[in-house]
């Protein structure tokens, strides 16, 4: 067993991108998902015993070696060049697609009561964001959604984990009835 | 002369409006419509003065809170008290609007405290050094503008040996030869100094082609262009390099 642990430590440090449970099994096909996963465990309680530079963690639905968040100081130090961060604008525009995904255009120059489009432009070069299809009303607006690099670089492991906002279920209602495509049925007989 | 200042505080109307209330204390269920519209008004003043772009939607809701205040303006009529509960209050909408934007507006602070990758937290295998093997120690890069890269370009075309006659030559060059030959370059060496990529390049047409060819690609994002110090060694990388 200690073996096996061994070579899961070992997969998921030699990949580049988190590594999920599937892709693991995929090497050690003769175990099963629920003993992986609980090796899994053992690791990532293992490496969070030992408090040492770096965690093993859950991100987007898979798993990844990353550095403690406390210690991102002296990793910056290394890294003279520092990555150009998000915008505010563009934070608040990701925001709303994030949580209203799949969301049109419209409805997030609405909610942001401005015009969004470079916004929304630079977050899909980011690959933040990607396009999920078309919506079935009149001028089959584009649907927005969220990627997995966002999941990744926001250290989320699925949407559901994404902070839940207190005020946000009651509004949600609220929006409901102030939206305008969603409400348009969609069978229009024209 | 003209000075460009930028205050990025309003991230758009709705943030403004929301800040006119904070400010003012301002129960957001019941907003004096008349002293916030004549506030913000005073703030498009204030943006535009300072030269600022004021985009229009600063203006749509400008004009929404003026249709606002006429409408409270108006005599409700018969002025029962039971009467005025059929007409909807014409800041509701409003409001809603406000309180959803309030909520996406958390929402965003509070996905900006995550610890970010790159910011916060670091995977395996980031590159230190921006593949700057063979450089010097302590040179550290400065993107250069277009206004460098002109300059340089006026200092190999000044230096070049004195104008020779033309020749009409039969040789074609294209563009996208010259863009392919630099890519092919830079593949094989990972960088080549500003200089070393017009050096074999003698007269004045190929000289032309690869510095259109280099803003082409820096257009396209396909190269970086560094350079240490001023008038320091402009250096050529691959964009996916770094």
New interface residues.
């Given amino acids: 067993m200690e073996e096996t642990k061994a070579i899961i430590e070992a997969i998921i440090?030699a990949s580049?991108s988190p590594l999920t449970v599937d892709k693991i099994r995929e090497v050690l096909h003769e175990f099963d998902r629920s003993e992986i996963s609980r090796l899994v465990q053992d690791l990532i309680n293992e490496y969070e015993k030992r408090r040492g530079g770096f965690l093993l963690q859950e991100v987007a639905g898979g798993l990844?070696?990353?550095?403690?968040?406390d210690l991102?100081f002296w990793?910056?130090k290394?890294?003279?060049?520092k990555?150009a961060?998000?915008?505010?604008?563009a934070?608040?525009t990701?925001?709303?697609v994030?949580?209203k995904q799949p969301v049109v255009k419209s409805e997030i120059d609405?909610?942001?009561?401005?015009?969004v489009g470079s916004s929304l432009k630079g977050l899909l070069e980011k690959k933040l964001v990607r396009i999920m299809g078309r919506k079935d009303v009149p001028g089959k607006p584009i649907m927005y959604g969220t990627t997995k690099k966002f999941l990744?670089?926001?250290?989320?492991k699925d949407l559901s984990e994404l902070?839940t906002?207190k005020?946000?279920k009651d509004?949600q209602d609220?929006?409901e009835a102030?939206g305008t495509e969603s409400r348009i049925p969609d069978n229009v007989e024209i | 002369m003209e000075y460009e200042v930028k205050l990025?505080i309003f991230?758009?109307?709705?943030?403004l409006l929301l800040y006119l209330i904070k400010k003012n204390e301002i129960d957001i269920y019941d907003i004096p419509i008349a002293l916030i519209a004549e506030q913000y008004l005073q703030h498009i003043e204030m943006m535009k003065y300072l030269n600022l772009d004021v985009?229009g939607?600063y203006l749509l809701?400008a004009s929404t809170l003026i249709y606002i205040k006429s409408k409270m303006l108006l005599p409700v009529e018969e002025g029962d008290a039971g009467e005025t509960e059929d007409e909807p209050d014409p800041r509701a909408?409003l409001v809603?609007?406000l309180?959803?934007?309030q909520?996406?507006?958390?929402?965003?602070?509070?996905?900006?405290q995550?610890?970010?990758?790159?910011?916060?937290?670091?995977?395996?295998?980031?590159s230190?050094e921006?593949g700057s093997a063979e450089r010097g120690e302590d040179e550290?890069?400065v993107e250069v503008s277009v206004f460098e890269l002109v300059e340089a370009f006026y200092r190999i075309i000044s230096s070049m040996k004195e104008p020779e006659f033309m020749e009409i030559d039969v040789e074609k060059l294209s563009l996208a030869d010259r863009i392919n030959e630099i890519m092919e370059g830079l593949a094989e060496k990972k960088t080549l100094t500003f200089v070393e990529l017009l050096r074999d390049s003698s007269d004045k047409r190929m000289i032309l082609y690869t510095f259109l060819a280099i803003l082409e690609l820096m257009k396209l994002r396909m190269i970086k262009v560094y350079q240490a110090s001023s008038f320091g060694v402009i250096r050529v990388v691959l964009a996916a390099e770094s």
Avoid: C, W
């Fill in positions: 440090f580049e990844h070696f990353r550095t403690r968040s991102s990793i910056n290394l890294m003279k060049a990555q961060m998000l915008t505010n604008a934070m608040e990701l925001a709303v994030a949580y609405r909610i942001r009561g401005v015009d990744e670089i926001f250290s989320l902070p906002l005020e946000f509004l609220g929006t102030l | 990025d991230e758009g109307p709705l943030d985009a939607d809701l909408e809603k609007q309180l959803d934007y909520v996406f507006k958390e929402a965003a602070a509070q996905l900006d995550r610890p970010l990758l790159e910011r916060d937290i670091f995977k395996r295998g980031l230190a921006n550290t890069d």
